[in-house]
């Protein structure tokens, strides 16, 4: 399949003055004196996208995304490098982007459309399009700086897609829109797509991305770091995700410890939280989320078999102590939770320096969201011994759109009714009271 779109070397740099005279004095001496710093936003960006194709591209803030697709559409000139597209290109970069905020709605629809190529009478056959699919109502005949965020976003996605074009780029901008609207926009992508249109999707909804897209690419301080299949790309990306906040919760740590062999198994992950109580009489010092693969886990598909597993110190003798864990989804809601207690599994009197390793194995028929796990060791009448809130954290994503917190992976079976004779003769009476009273009158 053909190309619809390269980018070849593209390096973007920034110089970084720490004082508004300093650009001043760097232009009076002809640059001889250097006062400025410089900033990669891109560094030897290469590769390219086939026609037909949905392309996602992620990364955290500040990998050099919006620049990419700034560069991508023609609105910023990169430092090296070069870039090359067949056909139409419509963009919904970041928000406000290609309006005029002194413009009516419909004036920056001819404005976006002239730009594109289109005549006005073209662009007159795409209105009722684009007003019907953005339900501005009047509001598309005022000023376009009296729009809410999500106004502006209706807006420009409507001009966007409804001008068919041969590659549609989309950065995060959908985020802005509420629920309903999202859902359109998703929808109108898949129509694009079955019209073997190039769709460039960029977005923090790993969902969407694993829904959507055929490949991901993955930026991180300005490179490209991985290029593949999106589960794949998207565990690296989750994997740089834990390693930020892993070393900001050990930089923000201000007590060290000495090695523990409980918590010496270089399988775990190190142990962080966002809450912690109990009265130390047991302590968690490790805790995982694996696949059947034994392979750590922070993206997973609904349904897919999971396994849990904690380890735990005493610190003191204690009897018949429990270990359990619980998920809650982003919203706080909980949406599964069990313990040995339930499971039927007892330990009997435990001595200080022991340790307990608990697996819970279980199959992860959750709704698509964000998940934490949080983890307790505890006496039978509900005594903390240690608790730790949000000790892991992982997304649930599914090829199949479905609500709520659960997945029930529900099946369906349907079949037609025929009218029942009842019914038939019911409505040949209506009809011919009907025929009579119109002849009578």
């Known amino acids: 399949m053909s190309p619809a779109l390269r980018v070849e070397d593209v390096s973007k740099v920034y110089r970084i003055y720490d004082r508004p005279n300093d650009r001043l004095k760097e232009m009076l001496t002809r640059g001889r004196w250097k006062r400025h710093r410089e900033f990669w936003a891109l560094r030897d960006i290469s590769f390219e996208i086939e026609a037909g194709t949905t392309t996602g591209i992620i990364g955290s803030n500040g990998s050099g995304k919006s620049t990419l697709l700034q560069i991508m559409t023609g609105t910023l000139e990169p430092t090296g490098g070069n870039v090359w597209h067949e056909g139409r290109i419509a963009a919904l970069l970041e928000l406000g982007a290609g309006f005029n905020s002194e413009f009516t709605g419909i004036e920056n629809v001819f404005m976006n459309a002239a730009l594109m190529g289109f005549s006005r009478s073209e662009t007159e056959g795409l209105l009722p399009e684009i007003e019907r699919f953005a339900e501005l109502g009047p509001f598309i005949h005022q000023t ?35 629920a309903v609207f999202q859902h359109r926009c998703l929808r ?48 690296r990306y989750q994997k740089i995700v834990m390693e930020r906040e892993e070393a900001y919760d050990a930089e923000a740590s201000t007590s060290a410890s000495s090695p523990d ?15 912690r109580h109990g009265d130390g009489s047991a302590e968690i010092v490790g805790a995982e989320l694996t696949d059947a693969s034994h392979c750590r886990v922070e993206i997973s598909e609904t349904g897919e078999p999971l396994t849990v ?19 809650r989804n982003r919203h706080g809601i909980h949406a599964y939770g069990t313990n040995t207690k339930e499971l039927q599994i007892e330990f009997g009197s435990v001595k200080r320096g022991e340790g307990l390793e608990v ?7 959750l709704g698509v969201d964000q998940y934490s796990i949080s983890f307790a060791i505890h006496s039978r009448d509900g005594q903390a011994y240690d608790w730790l809130d949000g000790a892991l954290f992982f997304n649930v994503t599914s090829m199949t759109r479905t609500e709520g917190v659960a997945n029930l992976d529900a099946t369906a079976i349907a079949r037609r009714r025929p009218a029942s004779p009842l019914a038939a003769e019911k409505e040949e009476i209506a009809l011919n009271v009907r025929r009579e009273g119109v002849a009578h009158g």
């Not at 597993?309 to 998920?327: K, Q, S, T, Y």
């Not at 697996?359 to 028929?365: H, L, R």
């Open 261 to 275: 062999p409980l918590s010496s198994d270089e399988s775990l992950a190190p142990l962080s939280y966002t809450f």
């Open 188 to 235: 109108r992508i898949k129509e694009l797509q079955e019209n073997g249109r190039t769709v460039v999707f960029v977005s923090h909804d790993m969902g969407a991305v694993r829904a959507l897209c055929s490949r991901a690419i993955l930026l991180n301080a300005g490179r490209v770091v991985a290029d593949g299949k999106p589960p794949d790309v998207l565990n």
């Open 359 to 365: 697996s819970f194995a279980f199959c992860c028929w």
């Open 309 to 327: 597993r904690v380890i735990a110190r005493f610190n003191r003798d204690v009897d018949e102590p429990v270990v359990g864990f619980l998920i």
């Open 144 to 178: 376009v700086k009296t729009y809410s965020s999500g106004m502006y976003v209706r807006l420009a996605f409507a001009i966007a897609a409804s001008v068919e074009p041969d590659i549609l780029i989309v950065d995060e901008a959908l985020a802005v829109g509420d």
